[in-house]
């Protein structure tokens, strides 16, 4: 009798394939998590690594608003400074202008002109006094105009008085530095 082989072999070759399949699916399945995982810890790690430059970056924004901070407050006292040394300077400038108006009142004053009142607002004096006739206020802005350090005379009142004879009167007049004082300073 002749040798018959009754085992089923494409049964066995349709199983041996069943099972590389099953075991290429099984390594492709594990080789995806394994991709997937490793691409999850990379972004991860990307993630964690800017986060991290972004909290070093707040760090250092923190630091420089802390320097704008200290900057604005060395410039408020800075400008405060500057300010006072403006006063003062301004002060310093203005002291000689009081003694030098005394000076040419003096020298400026007619006879039979009696001030009365002398008051200063910055620049602008204001004279009030009393006079034996209106000449004699003329004079005195006359001799206001050839002064150095006062300039620009305006009348402002000539008033009568019958008791006494005279005339009371109020005049303006600007108190200014010559050029050529403000040149010998320079």
Known sequence: MARIN???????RREQRK??????????????????????LINQNMIDNQIDRN????????LVDAQLAEIKRLDETRNRLIARMELIQSLQESRPK???????????????????????SGN?????????????????????????WLDKPTLRLIQSED???????????????PESAEAEEE
Not at 55 to 61: Q, V
Not at 98 to 120: C, E, F, H, N, Y
Not at 163 to 177: A, I, V, W
């Open 55 to 62: 909290n070093l970056l707040r760090k250092e924004i923190a």
């Open 98 to 120: 009081a003694v030098r108006l005394m000076d040419d009142l003096v020298v400026m004053m007619p006879d039979g002109v009696v001030l009365t009142s002398i008051k200063q």
């Open 19 to 40: 099972r590389d399949f099953i075991m290429f699916l099984g390594a492709g399945v594990v080789g995806t998590l394994l991709v997937m995982g490793l691409w999850h």
């Open 124 to 148: 602008t004096i204001s004279i009030e006094g009393n006079a034996q006739s209106n000449a004699q206020i003329s004079a005195l802005m006359r001799n206001i105009e050839e002064m150095e």
């Open 163 to 177: 008791t006494e004879g005279l005339n009371r009167f109020s005049l303006n007049l600007k108190q200014d530095k």
């Open 6 to 12: 009754l085992v089923p072999w494409r049964e066995k």
